[in-house]
């Protein structure tokens, strides 16, 4: 399950990652000149997170399969 809660009033959201073994919490927010903390990731960079991370992971797992050794994709 995913959550979204207000964290402070600096427009920071908690996102809770909830599974049967653990609890991961992430959080999003805003740079500094539209009100937020300047500390968390956007919404886009989340986004764009998640394509990154989906191409890792299939990139990896090919790579894998071939034997191939790597460090980063």
Known sequence: MVVASKKDNNWTTQITLTTD???RPIYAGQTTDMGGLGTDLKPSQLVLA???????????KLLSNDNID???V
């Not at 998640?50 to 990896?60: I, L, Q």
């Open 21 to 23: 073994e653990n609890i």
């Open 70 to 72: 790597y460090e980063d």
């Open 50 to 60: 998640g394509y990154a991370s989906c191409t890792h992971m299939t990139v990896s």
